[in-house]
Nanobody, 121 residues
Framework: QVQLVESGGGLVQPGGSLGLSCAAS????????MGWYRQAPGKQREYVAS???????NYDDSVKGRFTVSRDNAKNTVYLQMNSLKPEDTAVYYC???????????????WGPGTQVTVSS
């Protein structure tokens, strides 16, 4: 199994910053891509950002220029630095990893339980 646990969520004022972390553990050979989705109340889960093993990043238009995704491959950890936060960023943020459990095995997606981010004055 591959387990993911997010940390760093909380309450922040509009315009503030918050950093999230997600560490992967368990049995796996490698993690190809790690990233973040979020889900606000009454809305579908939406893509936020991702990063490959080689460091290539991708962002949803709604967070470009404000959020930065990074990773530490040695620690199997992905980060999301969120700046200039807006009330519409309020959501449960979910970490995911696209991982290969064995050297020539398939890539499967794994999800963390989520962490709440609330942007409010």
């Amino acid at each position: 199994q591959v387990q993911l646990v997010e940390s760093g969520g909380g309450l922040v004022q509009p315009g503030g910053s918050l950093g999230l972390s997600c560490a992967a553990s368990g049995s796996f050979f490698s993690i190809a891509t790690m990233g973040w989705y979020r889900q606000a109340p009454g809305k579908q889960r939406e893509y936020v950002a991702s990063i490959t093993t080689g460091g290539s990043t991708n962002y949803d238009d709604s967070v470009k220029g404000r959020f930065t995704v990074s990773r530490d491959n040695a620690k199997n950890t992905v980060y999301l630095q969120m700046n200039s936060l807006k009330p519409e960023d309020t959501a449960v943020y979910y970490c995911y990893a696209r991982a290969r459990r064995i050297v020539v095995g398939p890539l499967n997606d794994y999800w963390g339980p989520g962490t709440q981010v609330t942007v409010s004055s």
